[in-house]
């Protein structure tokens, strides 16, 4: 894993020392540009494969013609390198070479033979064509912006924003990080920042002509492969078990997240039987009773099981996070005003990790996304349910009139009613994602911003996605085909990327190898949810691999309690940052709207806290990135 940048175009007297400064911590082993008078690339390299010199970036081809800067691994790299033997030669044993003299040989259609994680540059330089890809799923991070001169892009968008004078807001990518706590798609804060979004790759030429294009979509297309839930379990058994094998592949010690959850234990549990003779490293969070409060589960219990089970070395990470103290240096790394402590927890472990010399860590992230793990998913069920019901809707109406969304459960249940009166499936599936209600969150802002963003439903561009799809019938895997999409690639793998990066640590997740997703796209719904049972077959493989009291235990998050943190612990904190000094220097939120939303929450009278951690990660972004 590392940190690329590029600059093509108009790029005379660009500091790159500033940019090396900006990115050092995603590549603390090595360092690297190439500058001439069309383009710079810079590369900051964390070694996981060929630790030798031979694996320095920018790295170029033996004819001098082509050079690359890449962030990633390529699992399938070996099988890739053998089809190119005879016709290339090869001096180290990395993937980056691997990949470099496979664009060679095939151009762009090269994607379509890549299992991995990657964002990538390949720049030809007789010609001055650039050519930009990020993976299928959008596991590495990937940001540009450009203008009629110049096309800039980078792993990480700091690096972008201080090179460019124009910093305007996006208030529609602002009104997402409110509504769904994160952004989907291609917008961030900033007007001028864009996400690649996974999938897609960018073509540009001397003539700064910018070309992006999609090369690749989930295959969700409405056809099931499997005959017998045994024919299922064993070609997902073994597909799994090849994903885990092919990302153990590293120069340096991997380890282990084990939450004590279904995932990332049986991701511990095979890997286990694949390496018998090896004493696996594995890391948790510990827990406490404020966890236990906010619906959270105990997973301590069930991680030591898992652990004594499989003889692995578990150690015990503290959740102690000082939020005053930490949160600037946490929205820094995130750069995405996401509403999560989460990215915390992913930090203190990788703090560990790479203080224990351990540099890669395996996730079990994705096994919700791609065999329905989440409430949402179950809400689906319940939709169906309540819908040949012919008095269902006022029965809800009149139950939540007994919950004025106070606590967690509360929430729930009004968002489950706003989302059940939507006027179809697509409706209510991209209403499930919303955390909060649109009208109430547009009130946050003042008048001349709303008066742009009155007419913006955040849930439209989730619909639309949805036309990409158009053989599926399914509400389900729709569900799941925007979980994958857009939950994972801009919430739950921009986290963990970022955290752990700022760490020099890699995080790898088998669960997203590509030919798994593919696999999961063919599983019969009865296979993935069976009655209100969630990762039916996931469930059904793990009991060759752990005890049932662990596979069929209640689901936890991963993260902190924020109510008691938004409610007590970060109370002054709160006070400070949303002041009316402070926001009025943003001059964007209405003061008083959210003044009284503060008071409401901690009057309990609405369920507001992650609100309150959003507008926080927003204010925070702007002070240090604007």
């Known amino acids: 894993m590392c940190g690329i940048f590029g600059i093509s175009g108009s790029h005379q007297g ?11 911590h995603r590549g603390p082993d090595d360092f690297g540009i190439y500058s001439n008078e069309f383009i710079s690339l810079l590369h900051r390299r964390l070694s996981i494969l060929d630790l030798s010199e031979l694996g320095h970036q920018p790295m170029f081809s033996k004819c001098g013609h082509f050079v690359i800067v890449f962030n990633g691994e390529i699992y399938n790299h070996w099988e890739i390198r053998n089809e190119l033997l005879g016709k290339y030669e090869f001096i180290s044993t990395s993937d980056t070479e691997t990949l470099l003299y496979a664009f060679i040989e095939y151009g762009e259609t090269v994607l379509s033979k890549l299992n991995g994680i990657f964002a990538f540059a390949i720049y030809k330089i007789t010609t001055n064509e650039l050519f930009i890809a990020r993976d ?23 690096a972008i924003l201080s090179l460019i004078e124009d910093h305007s807001l996006d208030y529609h990518g602002i009104l997402n990080y409110l509504y769904f706590l994160w952004s989907p798609g291609q917008r961030t804060p900033f007007t001028q920042i864009h996400k690649l979004l996974p999938g897609h790759c960018i073509k540009y030429n001397n003539h700064q002509r910018l070309e992006v294009i999609k090369y690749y979509e989930i295959p969700f297309i409405g056809s099931y492969k499997f005959q017998s839930t045994l024919t299922c379990m064993n070609e997902i058994e073994f597909q799994i078990l090849k994903s885990i094998q092919s990302q153990l592949l590293s120069d340096v010690p ?28 594995c890391y948790t969070i510990g827990s406490d009773a404020n966890y236990i409060k906010e619906g959270f589960v105990d997973d301590l219990q069930y991680a030591k099981r898992v652990a004594e089970l499989y003889n692995t070395e578990l150690i015990e990470v503290a959740n102690e996070i000082d939020f005053a103290a930490e949160w600037d240096r946490l929205i820094w790394h995130l750069e995405e005003p996401q509403s999560d402590t989460a990215p915390g927890l992913v930090s203190n472990i990788c703090k560990r990790a790479r203080a224990d010399g351990c540099y890669v860590l395996m996730s079990g992230t ?21 819908r040949h019901l012919p008095l269902a809707k006022w029965g809800l109406q009149f139950i939540t009139l007994f919950f004025r969304k106070k606590h967690p459960i509360d929430r729930r249940i009004h968002k489950f009613y706003n989302s059940f009166i939507q006027k179809n499936a697509e409706s209510f599936i991209s209403n499930s994602f919303a955390w909060y209600d649109l009208e109430q969150i547009k009130k946050l802002f003042k008048p001349e911003i709303l008066e742009y ?35 994972l690639a801009d919430h739950n793998l921009n986290y963990t990327d970022k955290l752990s990066m700022a760490h020099g640590i890699e995080v790898r997740v088998p669960y997203l190898d590509k030919d798994l997703i593919e696999l999961t ?30 596979i069929y235990r209640s689901k936890s998050g991963f993260g902190s309690p924020v109510r008691q943190l938004i409610g ?51 204010e925070s972004v702007l002070r240090q990135f604007r």
């Open 254 to 281: 991997v380890g282990f997240f084990l939450s004590g959850g279904l995932d990332s234990s049986l991701i511990v549990a095979m890997a286990a039987k694949l390496n018998p003779n090896s004493k696996l490293k």
């Open 453 to 487: 963003i009155q007419h913006i439903n955040p849930e439209d561009y989730l619909k639309e996605s949805l036309n990409s799809i158009p053989f599926e019938k399914s509400n389900l895997n729709k569900m799941l085909y925007l979980d994958i999409k857009y939950f």
């Open 14 to 24: 660009i500091d790159l020392t500033q940019i090396n400064d900006l990115l050092n």
């Open 568 to 618: 007590h612990e970060l109370k002054e904190f709160v006070d400070d940052r949303l002041s009316k000094v402070r926001l009025d220097d943003q001059n964007i939120f209405n003061v008083d709207e959210v003044h009284k939303l503060i008071k409401d929450n901690l009057e309990q009278k609405v369920d507001g806290s992650y609100i309150i951690l959003s507008l926080l990660a927003i």
């Open 136 to 158: 299928h799923l959008g596991v590495k991070p990937l940001y540009y912006s450009c203008n009629e001169n110049q096309l800039i892009f980078s792993s990480e968008y700091k």
């Open 366 to 386: 994705g096994g919700d996304d791609l065999f329905s793990g989440y409430r949402r998913h179950q809400s689906i069920l319940y939709y169906q349910w309540f």
């Open 521 to 550: 796209t063919q599983i019969p719904i009865s296979l993935k949810m069976k009655g209100q049972t969630t990762k039916f077959i996931l469930r059904k493989i793990a009991e060759k691999y752990l005890p049932k009291d662990i």
